[in-house]
C-alpha cells in the first residue's frame, strides 16, 4: 500500500489552518511540513509555532521534513509541537547516529534524507536505526522543479539494502513519475505542486490509482 503525503508548502500559507483541513479530508495519509532555515536551503519557512497552531486543525500523520542546519538543536521543540515523525538530513548533521537516537529517545519515528547528489553508502549503516529514508528527487528548498531522474537508481539500492524500511521520494512527484518510483521500490510520495495546483481529492486519487 503506498501512502500520500502532500506537502503544504505549496498551501495558500494565509489559511494554512483550512488548507490542513481539506488536505486531510480529500484523503492525505501524512501532512509533510517542510521546515527551511535559509541556511541549510536558500528559502524560509516556518518553525515549530505555526506547526502547533494547525496542529489540532488534523488527525494524520505530522511528517516533519527539516531542511536546516544542525537539526538536533530543535529536535525537542519539533516534538513538543506534535511532529509525528521527524527527518533531518544526512549533509546537515555532524552526529547523524547520535541525532536519530535523539529522535528515537522521543518515542517518535526518525527519518534521513538524502539529497540528489548524495550517495546511499551514506546512510547505510544507520539504517537499521531507522524508520524511512527520504530520497530528494530535487534539490530541496522549493516546490514545482523538474524530477531527478538519477534519484530511481537510489531508491532501487536502498530497497536491496532493506526490504522493509519505509522510502519516501520528495519532489516532482506527479502521475507519471510516481509509476516509476513505485517501480524502484518506494512506498510514501511526497508531492506539493502536483496537488495543490488541481481539485485535492481528484489529484490524491490519481496518484493512488497508478
Ligand atoms: O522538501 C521539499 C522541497 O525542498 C518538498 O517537500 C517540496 O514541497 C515538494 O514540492 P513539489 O516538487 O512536489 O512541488
Ligand atoms: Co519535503
Given at each position: 500500500m503506498i501512502k500520500?503525503a502532500p506537502?503544504?508548502?505549496?498551501a495558500?500559507?494565509?489559511?494554512?489552518?483550512?488548507?490542513?483541513?481539506?488536505?486531510?479530508?480529500?484523503?492525505?495519509d501524512?501532512?509533510h511540513?517542510?521546515?527551511?532555515?535559509g541556511?541549510?536551503?536558500?528559502?524560509?519557512?516556518?518553525?515549530?509555532?505555526v506547526?502547533k497552531?494547525?496542529?489540532?486543525?488534523?488527525?494524520?500523520i505530522?511528517d516533519?521534513h527539516l531542511m536546516?542546519?544542525?537539526?538536533?538543536r530543535?529536535?525537542?521543540?519539533f516534538y513538543?509541537?506534535?511532529?509525528?515523525?521527524?527527518?533531518?538530513?544526512?549533509?546537515?548533521?555532524k552526529?547523524?547516529h547520535?541525532?536519530i537516537?535523539m529522535?528515537?529517545?522521543?518515542?517518535?519515528?526518525?527519518?534521513?534524507?538524502i539529497?540528489p547528489?548524495?550517495?546511499?553508502?551514506m546512510?547505510?549503516y544507520?539504517?537499521?536505526?531507522?524508520?524511512m529514508?527520504?530520497v530528494m528527487s530535487v534539490?530541496?528548498g522549493?516546490?514545482?522543479?523538474?524530477?531527478?531522474?538519477?534519484?530511481?537508481?537510489k531508491?532501487k539500492?536502498i530497497?536491496?539494502l532493506?526490504?522493509?524500511?519505509?522510502?519516501?521520494?520528495d519532489?516532482?512527484?506527479?502521475?507519471?513519475?510516481?509509476k516509476?518510483?513505485?517501480?524502484?521500490g518506494?512506498?510514501?510520495f511526497v508531492?506539493?505542486?502536483?496537488?495543490?495546483?488541481?481539485?485535492?481529492?481528484?489529484?490524491?486519487?490519481?496518484?493512488?490509482e497508478v
Open positions: 500520500i506537502s503544504i508548502l505549496s495558500d500559507f494565509s489559511k494554512l489552518g483550512e488548507e490542513v483541513i481539506q488536505i486531510s479530508k480529500a484523503g492525505a501524512y501532512i511540513i517542510d521546515v527551511m532555515d541556511n541549510f536551503v536558500p528559502n524560509i519557512t516556518f518553525g515549530p509555532a506547526i497552531s494547525i496542529r489540532d486543525k488534523s488527525d494524520k505530522f516533519v536546516i542546519d544542525a537539526p538536533e530543535y529536535l525537542q521543540n513538543d509541537a506534535g511532529a509525528d515523525i521527524i527527518t533531518v538530513h544526512v549533509e546537515a548533521t552526529h547523524l547520535r541525532t537516537q529522535i528515537k529517545s522521543l518515542g517518535i519515528k526518525a527519518g534521513v534524507s539529497n547528489a548524495t550517495p546511499v553508502e546512510i547505510k544507520v539504517l537499521s536505526e531507522i524508520d529514508v527520504l534539490n530541496p522549493f516546490g514545482g522543479q523538474k524530477f531527478i531522474n538519477s534519484s530511481l537508481e531508491i539500492e530497497r536491496t532493506s526490504k522493509t524500511i519505509d522510502i519516501q521520494v519532489g516532482g512527484i506527479n502521475k507519471d513519475t510516481i516509476q518510483c513505485i517501480s524502484a518506494a512506498n510514501i508531492a506539493g505542486s502536483y496537488i495543490f495546483s488541481g481539485d485535492y481529492k481528484e489529484r490524491i486519487n490519481s496518484l493512488k
